[in-house]
C-alpha cells in the first residue's frame, strides 16, 4: 500500500458539489484527444496554468501521440478548447515527451524532451513566436522529465532529471529571456555523483524564491530514501536538507503553481503512511497504491489535493477539497465516469488528466470556483467571464463585467471589504482602488449578473 505525504490541496471536478452551506457550480470539458495513456504524465511538471493578466485565458499542455506534444489554449476559462501541435525541433530532434509550461505575460513556454537522435536532450520554445525550439541540455547522457517556472521579469527557470553515465543527478538551467536565451548558465543540483536524484520539480514561493525538490536514492544510508529539497534567494542556492527520509521508498514529489504567492507546500509518494508537508495538510491512507499526486493551496484558505488510486481494482482519482469555513471533503472522478482515469494534474482551482481505456484517450479539464461561504443557486451554471487588470497590482484593479452585475470583493476569510454594481448603460468596468486600511495580499472578486449567475477571480494585492 502506497500513501504520500501532501501538503495543500483543493478540489475541481464536474458536478455541484454543496458543503456546508456553501456550493460551487463546476465545468469539465474535452481539452482534445490523445493516443498515449500518459498523456498527462508526469506530476513533477505543470500541464494547466492560467495566465495572470488574464486568468479566463488557460494553456494547457498534453503528449499527443508517440511523437509529438500539442498545446491548447481557452479564452472563456475551460469551457472550450483550442489544440495545436508544438513545433519539435528537427535536424535529428523529430520528436518531443513529456511536457511543462509556465506563462510570461501573454505567452506561454514550453519545456520538454526529445530523443528521436538517440539520446534524450531538453528543449524549450515559445508556440506564439517565430524562433526555432532552443536546445538547452548538452550531455553526452539522457535529459528527461523536465519541469519550468517563469519568474515576475520573464527569467526561465527550468529542472530535468541528468542520467549521465553513473548515477542520476538534477539540473538547473536558467535564462534571463528566452529568444535567444540570454545570461544562462547550468548548475548541477545534486551536490552528489554517488546518490541516484530523480523527478524533480520547480516552483517559486515567497515573492522570489525558486524551490525545487526531488526524489533521492542512497542504498547505503539506513533510511536511503529521502525528499531533498534546496532554493534560490537573491542569487544564492542554499545548502541541500531533507525534508522527509524513510527505509520505504519515497516516489513522485511534486510542488503547488503558486508564482510567489505563497509559502512551499508540497506532495509525495510514502510507502506506508500519509505524512504531510506545508499548507493545510489533506490526504488520507487507501487500501490500494496511491500514486502522482499533485497540489494547489491558496494561502490556508483552500488547498485542492489529487491522486491515483486503485483501491477499488482500477484505476481511479481522488480529490481532497478544503475550506477554512468548512473543512475536508473529498470524493472519486471514477463516481461520475466509467473510464479509467489517471495522472491528474493541477494549478489553482484547474485540473486536467488522462482518460480512457484504450486510445484514443481524452485529455479532460475541470474547474470549481473558489468557496466563499455565500450560498448560490445550483441550477445556474458560470458562463460568462470577468476581467481584472493589472493583476498583481499595487493601486488600483480594473474590474470588468456584464452590464448590471453586482461586483463584490472578500478577504480569504469570506469577509466583504467593497461592492460595487456596474450601470445598465455605460462602461462595464469599474475600478477598485483600495484604501489604505487594506493589507496586501490575496482577494476574490466576485460578479454576479441580474438572473443570478455567478462568477469569480483571484486577485493579488501588493502594496
Not at 479564452?75 to 519539435?88: K, N
Not at 517565430?130 to 526561465?156: E, K, M, W
Not at 541528468?162 to 551536490?191: H, M, R, V
Not at 461561504?373 to 470577468?386: H, N, S, T, Y
Request: net charge negative; proline share 6%; with cysteine.
Amino acid at each position: 500500500m502506497q500513501m504520500f505525504r501532501i501538503l495543500s490541496i483543493c478540489v475541481v471536478f464536474l458536478f455541484l458539489l454543496a458543503i456546508s452551506g456553501y456550493a460551487q457550480s463546476l465545468h469539465t470539458s474535452v481539452i482534445g484527444t490523445s493516443y498515449v495513456g500518459d498523456a498527462t504524465a508526469f506530476s513533477n511538471g505543470f500541464k494547466i496554468v492560467p495566465l495572470p493578466a488574464r486568468e479566463d485565458t488557460l494553456f494547457a499542455v498534453y503528449g499527443y501521440n508517440t511523437d509529438s506534444c500539442y498545446y491548447a489554449i481557452s479564452s472563456d476559462r475551460g469551457m472550450t478548447w483550442e489544440a495545436h501541435p508544438l513545433m519539435v525541433p528537427g535536424s535529428g530532434w523529430e520528436n518531443a515527451h513529456h511536457p511543462s509550461c509556465d506563462v510570461y505575460r501573454s505567452g506561454l513556454i514550453v519545456v520538454y524532451e526529445s530523443d528521436s537522435a538517440g539520446n534524450s536532450e531538453i528543449f524549450v520554445e515559445n508556440p506564439f513566436d517565430r524562433c526555432i525550439p532552443q536546445r538547452i541540455s548538452h550531455t553526452a547522457g539522457n535529459s528527461i522529465l523536465p519541469a519550468i517556472v517563469v519568474d515576475r521579469d520573464g527569467g526561465i527557470h527550468i529542472v530535468w532529471q541528468e542520467d549521465t553515465p553513473g548515477n542520476s543527478e538534477i539540473y538547473y538551467y536558467f535564462a534571463s529571456s528566452y529568444c535567444p536565451p540570454a545570461d544562462s548558465e547550468t548548475i548541477n543540483l545534486s551536490c552528489s555523483e554517488t546518490i541516484y536524484d530523480r523527478y524533480p520539480s520547480i516552483s517559486i514561493y515567497n515573492g522570489d524564491e525558486v524551490h525545487v525538490i526531488w526524489e533521492r536514492d542512497d542504498p547505503p544510508c539506513e533510511t536511503p530514501y529521502s525528499i531533498a529539497h534546496r532554493y534560490l534567494r537573491d542569487g544564492v542556492w542554499s545548502g541541500l536538507e531533507l525534508l522527509d527520509y524513510d527505509w520505504h521508498p519515497l516516489h513522485h514529489a511534486s510542488l503547488d503553481y503558486c508564482h510567489g504567492e505563497d509559502s512551499l507546500s508540497a506532495a509525495w509518494e510514502h510507502s506506508d503512511s500519509a505524512i504531510f508537508y506545508g499548507g493545510n495538510g489533506g490526504g488520507f491512507p487507501t487500501t490500494g497504491e496511491s500514486r502522482y499526486p499533485v497540489v494547489s493551496t491558496v494561502g490556508y484558505t483552500w488547498s485542492y489535493l489529487y491522486w491515483e488510486d486503485n483501491s477499488d481494482g482500477y484505476d481511479d482519482i481522488l480529490a481532497h477539497l478544503y475550506y477554512s469555513m468548512s473543512g475536508w471533503s473529498s470524493y472519486k472522478f471514477r463516481d461520475y465516469c466509467d473510464e479509467k482515469v489517471r495522472y491528474p494534474n493541477t494549478s489553482g482551482c484547474y485540473v486536467i488528466w488522462t482518460q480512457g481505456d484504450s486510445a484514443p484517450y481524452e485529455v479532460m479539464f475541470s474547474c470549481e470556483d473558489y468557496p466563499i461561504g455565500v450560498e448560490e443557486d445550483k441550477d445556474l451554471p458560470q458562463c460568462f467571464a470577468i476581467n481584472c487588470f493589472p493583476n498583481p497590482f499595487n493601486s488600483s484593479c480594473v474590474i470588468t463585467a456584464p452590464a448590471g452585475a453586482e461586483i463584490e470583493i472578500y478577504d480569504l476569510l469570506g469577509n466583504p471589504v467593497w461592492s460595487e454594481i456596474i450601470p445598465r448603460s455605460g462602461p462595464v468596468e469599474m475600478v477598485w482602488i483600495p484604501d489604505k486600511t487594506i493589507p496586501s495580499g490575496i482577494y476574490l472578486v466576485k460578479a454576479r449578473t441580474e438572473d443570478g449567475r455567478t462568477a469569480t477571480k483571484r486577485i493579488l494585492l501588493i502594496k
